[in-house]
């Protein structure tokens, strides 16, 4: 949302659509990180021909018509687009009192959120439209994926906190605070974590020259091994800390350098070294920007495809004067990596009753209070409840076990010790403890102290060893004694019952 983009995307005054795209085939790429501003989307007047001055096809639409043609001319060339809620204002960000530093800056919660909503349901049948960028997370995210199934969320990290002068306390949090924070969505799988890099500014450093500028390092300024190991904590441990509550994907969403004009040797040792970084840790990463303007004398130059605002002429990553050109070559030439779909590794997920009810379970959602008045926790729909604090505000959920709710998924409430029946394992203390064949999936406090436990019944698996057939059943009786499982096959009924290590037929009648 620079000078000279028209509240549209880059250079659709200098070159044709199709000749974009393909120079986005040549530098390699497979995925755009598309920008928009919350105006853009309310903004009905038609855009002036001049903007668009080699696409006459675009002549005449809205703001919004032309970013849609632009989604729908990159998915159709294959490449994959995120969308990107860059600002609030068609300006660029972020000055100071620009309205853009905060999602609410200059409108509210519900607006943005709507706004976000409108935008998903815009584009969601479009498969490759693949991820929401947000400005920070919010509570509509969850409707958001309820909305698109195949939308992957991009959560960005804390850019600043403080007063950027030394002597008073001043950070960029980055990724860091989610170490000791709970992004627990309703839907799995869903959650990526976005960082920007840039060598300008720092861990403590604003990024200013003069004004606002501290003694604190840049990131320029660390040799390899220390920026690879602030951006390690910084962001990439979310990641590399494998079966953390945690753990998730982490995409580097901006990182960039100047291409044009003095480029000091600093800026480009650590370009150099944030490449390396990206491809020993295969990282995934958006460089910023794609698409740019040139400054006077050919400064600048951001930009992989740069356009020379006086001459119209581009002056791209190949156009024979780029310094990075061989770094880049270095980032996208190697190999495109897995062919086949990543295995899904344990979920562990945290759930947090400091402020009030944390139910991920859209079943549980869609029902009655199972505690009324108290503080409720319920884990995202297939996954058990294995861990309770102290404190009883937190607690983590796992699918390391494999159960299975049972068919219409039943829960019994707990608040007493009647299926306290193997004796008495807590002496002095109230005991909770889930009926047979039922696992733990919520809670509800009161003040301190739990209050009821939540049991889903668990979906019992039989195994017809006899036969050599498996399959699952959730018709059970007592027989002789024991519980078994009932298998109808035909005109035949088998009679099974579970063990630890082998099934054991019982009976089969005709």
């Known amino acids: 949302m620079r000078t000279r983009t028209h509240t549209l995307p880059l250079g659709l005054q200098y070159a044709s659509l199709s000749d974009i795209l393909d120079s986005f085939e040549r530098l390699r790429i497979n995925s755009v990180r598309l920008p928009f501003s919350n105006q853009m989307i309310r903004d009905a007047t038609p855009i002036q021909d001049a903007w668009v001055a080699a696409n006459p096809q675009l002549r005449g639409l809205t703001p919004l018509q032309v970013y849609d043609v632009i989604v729908k001319a990159l998915t159709d060339r294959g490449f994959a687009v995120i969308l990107n809620n860059h600002t609030n204002k068609s300006i660029w960000c972020c000055g100071a009192n620009d309205g853009n530093d905060r999602w609410n800056k200059s409108q509210s919660d519900e607006a943005w959120a709507a706004d976000w909503l409108f935008m998903v349901s815009r584009y969601r049948s479009n498969g490759r439209v693949v991820g929401a960028d947000l400005y920070n997370e919010v509570d509509s995210a969850e409707i958001m994926l309820a909305m698109s199934t195949h939308l992957q969320l991009a959560l960005e990290g804390i850019n600043w906190t403080g007063i950027p002068v030394d002597g008073f306390a001043h950070h960029r949090p980055t990724l860091e605070p989610v170490r000791y924070l709970s992004h627990t969505f309703v839907i799995p799988n869903k959650l990526i974590y976005a960082a920007h890099f840039y060598g300008y500014t720092g861990p403590s450093h604003s990024g200013a020259t003069g004004l606002g500028e501290t003694s604190d390092l840049r990131y320029r300024d660390y040799s390899k091994s220390d920026l690879f190991q602030v951006i390690n904590d910084q962001a990439s441990y979310v ?272």
């Not at 047979?436 to 195994?463: D, H, M």
């Open 239 to 510: 990641v590399l800390d494998s079966g953390k509550h945690y753990t998730a994907p982490v995409w580097i969403s901006e990182f960039g350098v100047e291409s044009r004009g003095y480029v000091a040797e600093s800026s480009r040792t650590w370009f150099n070294n944030m490449i390396s970084y990206l491809t020993s840790n295969d990282m995934d990463f958006a460089i910023w920007p794609l698409i740019g303007y040139l400054g006077p004398s050919n400064t600048n130059g951001w930009a992989l495809l740069n356009w020379n605002p006086t001459t119209g002429k581009r002056d791209g990553l190949y156009d024979g004067n780029d310094w990075r050109a061989s770094a880049w070559d270095t980032v996208v030439g190697g190999p495109d990596g897995s062919t086949s779909p990543v295995p899904i590794p344990t979920r562990w997920q945290m759930l947090i009753l400091d402020h009030g009810d944390f139910v991920k379970s859209l079943v549980q959602r869609a029902r009655a209070d199972w505690d009324s008045g108290a503080r409720k926790g319920a884990c995202p729909d297939g996954l058990r409840l294995i861990e309770l604090s102290a404190g009883s505000t937190r607690a983590l959920c796992t699918d390391s076990a494999g159960y299975r709710w049972a068919s219409g998924n039943p829960t019994t409430t707990v608040s007493d010790e009647r299926y306290v029946t193997t004796g008495d394992w807590a002496s002095g203390y109230t005991k909770y403890q889930c009926p047979p064949n039922a696992y733990v999936i919520g809670y509800a406090i009161r003040g301190n102290k739990v209050s009821t436990l939540l049991c889903a019944r668990q979906r019992l698996r039989w195994v017809l060893a006899a036969v050599g057939r498996a399959g699952s059943t959730e018709e059970t009786t007592v027989l002789r004694g024991r519980r078994v499982g009932i298998f109808t096959m035909g005109n035949t009924k088998v009679f099974v019952r579970r063990t630890s290590i082998l099934p054991e037929l019982l009976l089969r009648l005709g």
